[in-house]
Nanobody, 119 residues
Framework: QVQLVESGGGLVQPGGSLRLSCALS????????MGWYRQAPGKQRELVAV???????NYADSVKGRFTISRDNAKTTVYLQMNSLKPEDTAVYYC?????????????WGQGTQVTVSS
């Protein structure tokens, strides 16, 4: 069974940094991407960054140049390094695994980790 476990959230001052981790357990068959989404109070969940199985990355415009998504060599842990944090980055951050099969796909989500940027 596939599971995603996040860690690394917390309270940080504006301009500070945090690193989120997402540990993947279970077997994956198919092409997949892993990524981070976030949801602020009263807003829809939005994409922050994704990394493909081949290593390609994509970022939301709002975080480009500040956030970096990466993974370990075993491809079992994905990280989100967040620098120059702003109050508007405050949200619950969710790890996502998106698996594509011929003719279908499946999403898995972590439990979420709170990131609060405040002085």
């Amino acid at each position: 069974q596939v599971q995603l476990v996040e860690s690394g959230g917390g309270l940080v001052q504006p301009g500070g940094s945090l690193r989120l981790s997402c540990a993947l357990s279970g077997s994956i068959f198919g092409t997949y991407t892993m990524g981070w989404y976030r949801q602020a109070p009263g807003k829809q969940r939005e994409l922050v960054a994704v990394i493909g199985s081949g290593g390609s990355t994509n970022y939301a415009d709002s975080v480009k140049g500040r956030f970096t998504i990466s993974r370990d060599n075993a491809k079992t842990t994905v990280y989100l390094q967040m620098n120059s944090l702003k109050p508007e980055d405050t949200a619950v951050y969710y790890c996502n695994l998106h698996i594509r099969y011929p003719g279908s796909s499946k999403d898995y989500w972590g439990q979420g980790t709170q990131v609060t940027v405040s002085s």
